[in-house]
Nanobody
Framework: QVQLVESGGGLVQAGGSLRLSCAAS????????LGWFRQAPGKEREFVAR????????NYADSVKGRFTISRINAQNTGSLQMNSLKPEDTAVYYC???????????????WGQGTQVTVSS
């Protein structure tokens, strides 16, 4: 079992920045790939970014590429998502998740946090 807890969400103006954190506990965090997903009201949960368990590889959704940066510190059992140049369309609940399989698909992720709300005003 891996327990994940997100923090760092909030209300920000368009063009601003937020940094989301993901604190992990339980089984060895470094054994899992880290993913970030988001779900806007009335929409399906979607992939945002992922990082290989070692931190060597990252992937981003086209919609956030160049604006968001995923990172992790395995020794501290933490992950983060730095979000810059935020847009109103980034408004969503953001989730961190852990997977043993390298994938962008929701069903591949074994463990999920409870989510943190990000609201970007225009």
């Amino acid at each position: 079992q891996v327990q994940l807890v997100e923090s760092g969400g909030g209300l920000v103006q368009a063009g601003g920045s937020l940094r989301l954190s993901c604190a992990a506990s339980g089984r060895l965090f470094s054994s899992y790939h880290l993913g970030w997903f988001r779900q806007a009201p009335g929409k399906e949960r979607e992939f945002v970014a992922r990082m290989f368990r070692s931190g060597a590889i990252t992937n981003y959704a086209d919609s956030v590429k160049g604006r968001f940066t995923i990172s992790r510190i395995n020794a501290q059992n933490t992950g983060s998502l730095q979000m810059n140049s935020l847009k109103p369309e980034d408004t969503a609940v953001y989730y961190c998740a852990a997977a043993t399989r390298w994938s962008t698909e929701l069903r591949s992720y074994d463990y999920w946090g409870q989510g943190t709300q990000v609201t970007v005003s225009s």
